[in-house]
């Protein structure tokens, strides 16, 4: 089973639209981190939010926010009023302590957006 | 702070021959490195992760022997791809944590696209 699910392969919307990513996780871990991650064209990865799973406080970051339940094991990232510079591929990311001990990412399969002007 | 830089940014070569890739700290020391591999359209898969001064720990179906990890001090490791093959080409992405820093929070370089003719 996967770790980290991202079931939205790819999602277009037009621009000031409002736009969910859903991502479901799956852990035995009580002490875990949850990322998501931005992929624009270049490639690099740009470090969006970090969550640890005794803080389920939503969180909002400008045009964006975050709604995490345990309950539901789910992580969800929404866009408000998308634009243009937001179309890239976004990974929601699961942080447990491996059996090496130390903490590894396991990444979901991505979800492309594209929002059109 | 907290940037990690790779070199080369894309590099082209021939079949059968060996390729280096560098990743570098550059304003923290990384105690631990990983390299990760994105094949087109896919998410990131670890390969590999290295503590400073000791060998690589591959994940499984990685063959150690064809992806040789060095990561010989604190601000630098390299993966070498020995022999490569067309079915290498990729984009390999390094990341790095900071030694005392939070465990799980991983700094990411900027990727290196391999093309092997």
């Known amino acids: 089973a996967q770790k980290v699910t991202q079931a939205q392969t790819e999602i277009s919307v037009v621009e000031k639209e409002d736009v969910t990513l859903d991502c479901v996780y799956e852990t035995r871990d009580t002490t875990y981190y949850l990322f998501w991650y931005k992929q624009p064209p270049s490639g690099e990865l740009v470090f969006l939010i970090r969550?640890?799973?005794?803080?389920?406080q939503n969180e909002i970051s400008g045009r964006y926010s975050w709604n995490f339940q345990k309950s539901t094991s789910s992580f969800n990232f929404t866009i408000t009023a998308s634009q243009v510079v937001d179309s890239a591929v976004y990974f929601c990311a699961l942080s447990e302590l491996s059996g090496a001990g130390s903490y590894q990412l396991t990444f979901g399969k991505g979800t492309k957006l594209s929002v059109i002007p | 702070g907290a940037v990690v830089s790779q070199h080369p940014s894309w590099v082209i070569c021939k079949s059968g021959t060996s390729v280096k890739i560098e990743c570098r700290s550059l304003d923290f020391q990384a105690t631990t490195m990983f390299w990760y591999r994105q094949f087109p359209k896919q998410s990131l898969m670890l390969m590999a992760t290295?503590?400073?001064?000791?060998?690589?720990?591959?994940e499984q179906g990685v063959e150690k022997d064809k992806f040789l990890i060095n990561h010989a001090s604190l601000t630098l490791s390299t993966l070498t791809v020995t022999s490569a093959h067309p079915e290498d080409s990729s984009f390999y992405i390094c990341?790095?944590?900071?030694?005392?820093?939070?465990?799980?929070?991983?700094?990411f370089g900027p990727g290196t696209r391999l093309t092997v003719l």
């Open positions: 969550r640890n799973s005794f803080d389920e």
């Open positions: 990341s790095a944590r900071k030694g005392g820093g939070i465990p799980n929070e991983q700094f």
């Open positions: 290295s503590n400073e001064g000791s060998k690589a720990t591959y």
